[in-house]
């Protein structure tokens, strides 16, 4: 009797034991694949949905409204109607060129990364110097851009020269 007890006595520490280091053991195991899972599994949404405030919350709003329709939301536009706003010469470049587009709007069939658009680019100068500003200054930064803000005064003096 004694001794019966003794022996399952020993018997639970040994097969605790061994459970313990069995789930010990998994834990690793797991935690290791969610780190490895986590290193490699890409961030898709770092880029699309960074945390924006002030201007740029103002501008992305102001895309949502009046360029969002062609050029889609992550700037990706429509193929053979409506052009890119992703790492565009336009979009990018000259400071003025890109305001009178907003404010012109374009038919031209410009050619962006060798393809041109159906479409045609409403003129937008029924919005704001201050909106034209925001909305460029988001998309500048934006769907990938990285590129400096465009200030008031840029689009009003590109205004004042289009009169
Ligand atoms: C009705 C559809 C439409 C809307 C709305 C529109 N665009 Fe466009 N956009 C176009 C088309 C089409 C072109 C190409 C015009 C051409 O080929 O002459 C263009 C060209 C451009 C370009 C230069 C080309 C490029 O891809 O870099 C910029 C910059 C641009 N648009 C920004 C805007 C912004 C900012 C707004 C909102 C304020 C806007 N667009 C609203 C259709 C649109």
Do not use: W
Not at 83 to 96: I, N, S
Not at 102 to 118: A, C, P, Q, R, W
């Amino acid at each position: 009797m004694e001794s019966n007890k003794l022996f399952y006595y020993f018997l639970s520490i040994v097969l605790g034991g061994t459970i313990a280091g069995c789930n010990g053991h998994q834990e690793t195991g797991q935690q290791k694949e969610q780190q490895e899972l986590s290193a490699s599994a890409p961030h898709p949404n770092v880029e699309e949905t960074p945390t924006l405030t002030g201007n740029l919350l103002a501008g992305k709003k102001v895309y949502e409204d009046y360029c969002l329709t062609c050029h889609q939301s992550n700037g990706g536009g429509v193929p053979n109607l409506n052009p890119p706003l992703k790492g565009t010469a336009y979009v990018l470049g000259d400071k003025e060129r890109l305001i009178g587009i907003v404010l012109k709007g374009s038919n031209e069939g410009l050619e962006i990364n060798g393809e041109t658009f159906d479409n045609a680019m409403p003129p937008h100068n029924f919005l704001s110097d201050e909106a034209i500003a925001q909305v460029l200054s988001y998309v500048r930064t934006s769907f990938g851009n990285q590129t400096d803000t465009i200030r008031v005064n840029e689009v009003k003096t590109v205004r004042a020269k289009l009169k």
